[in-house]
Structure formats: C-alpha cells, structure tokens
C-alpha cells in the first residue's frame, strides 16, 4: 500500500490571497408562521484561499445548512455569500449546478458510493457530468485514486474496501475534477483514530497542496489540530473563531 507522508496535523499553514468565501448576515429558516425555525441568525464569515476552516459545534446549530447555502444547494434568506466572488443565489438554476460541478467538491460521512461501480467508476462521476469522455475519465480517476494510496484498487468494487479505503475513494471523487472547494460533512466520525488522521492529512495534503479551501463539518475533536481556524458555531449562530492552539488555550484557561 502507498505511504502518504503530510506536515504535522498541529502545524498552521499560511493561508492567503482573495477569500475563497465571504459571509456576511447569512439567515436562513425553515417551516412557517409560528412553526418557523431559524437556523442561521446572522453570519459573518470568510474562508480564505488555501486555508481549512473546520465548523464545529452541537447537533442542530447550523453548521450543515451552512455549508448548504455555501455550496448553493439552499438559497439563504437574508444577507450576503459569495464563493469565488459569485452569488450562486443570484445564477438561475443550471447555472448554478455547473458553478458547483465545476468548482465544488463533497466529500460525505457515509461515503455516498454507488455500490455497483469500480473505485475508478465512481470517481470518475464528476467528471463525466462536466462532459469527460468516458475513458479518459476512468483514466483521471484511476491516477487520483493513486494519489491517495489506492492505485492497486481501482477496480474494486465497495464492498470490497475498508471504511479507511471507501473514504479515500470519496475524497479521489471530491478532488478530481480539480475544484477550488472542498466541502466535507463529518469526514471522519465513522472511522477510527488512526484512520481519521490518515484521512485528515490526506485532505491537508493533497487537497491544501494545490491551494485549494476546505470546509469541514466535524464533532470530531481528535482531528481539530488539522485546522488552520476553527469556527464555533451555537444556535444558528458563530460564537468564536480561532486557531486550534488559541481555542485550546482559552478552553483550558
């Protein structure tokens, strides 16, 4: 199997440039009248080009509908995101699914893999949907699939992989088609220790390598010293943002 080497995970890179991302007053509610529930109220926020940002926080404070309206798959109500200068709010619908397919990646908990397909197969998905010719699609993934240390396996089937092996393939599909976001949902929860780590400094390497932003939603702690900032959220709402080492300080003094 290939060894893939990263910096130490408590190591703080140097994020800079124009921000990848830029929040400002985001609200969003779901429901009506007095079933309204609010689960954005208020959000300033900016991801920075080449930087993990890690939204952490309890169940149902909004952290994934954050990372939805980020990714244009839910229209916020009120305020301001722009991804890469553009308000995917104001493209009509196909033209925000082309936005996201070309510089959009997800990576989820349950990996999300068709079942019925290679490695190579699934990997290759965003790829074709951007108009990738079949074959040199299967060939691009196979040499992603490589890069995360499963070159040897891209004609495997699921089923046949670990839970460590089925998330790199998940990461491979996310990273292929070369987006400039990568958005992540609980990238490790089901996994244990040691492969979460592995699986974190392949993201910190591979994906923040080539200047790419990462937005992580995670109640994993063990993996919060991978992040260059972490943004607390509570309530709909961001209570602190800080780096991992300035965060640790504070909860400890």
Request: charged share 20%.
């Amino acid at each position: 199997m290939t060894t893939v080497t990263a910096p130490n995970p408590s190591s703080t890179a140097n994020p800079g440039g124009a921000p990848a991302i830029v929040c400002r007053g985001v609200t969003k509610s779901y429901g009506s009248g007095a079933g309204t529930v609010a689960a954005l109220r208020g959000i300033d926020l900016e991801v920075r080009t080449g930087e993990m940002m890690m939204l952490v926080g309890p169940s149902g404070c909004g952290k994934t509908t954050l990372i939805s309206v980020v990714a244009g798959i839910l229209d916020r109500d009120e305020g301001e995101c722009l991804v890469f200068g553009q308000d995917l709010d104001a493209m009509a619908p196909n033209e925000r699914t082309r936005f996201r397919g070309r510089n959009v990646g997800f990576v989820f908990q349950a990996f999300n893999l068709l079942p019925t397909l290679t490695a190579a197969q699934n990997v290759s998905i965003p790829l074709l949907l951007n108009g990738v010719g079949r074959r040199d699609a299967v060939r691009r993934a196979t040499e992603m699939l490589g890069r995360v240390g499963l070159g040897e396996r891209a004609a495997s089937l699921p089923t046949q992989l670990s839970g460590g092996q089925q998330q790199r393939v998940a990461i491979a599909r996310a990273l292929v088609h070369e987006p400039r976001l990568i958005v992540c949902d609980e990238p490790t929860s089901a996994l244990d220790h040691d492969t979460g780590h592995v699986i974190m400094r392949l993201l910190k390497n591979v994906a923040l390598g080539e200047g790419r932003s990462l937005v992580i939603v995670t109640h994993d702690a063990r993996i919060f010293g991978f992040a260059d900032r972490i943004a607390r959220m509570d309530d709909g709402r961001i209570t602190s943002l800080a780096t991992p080492d300035a965060e640790r300080t504070a909860r400890e003094g």
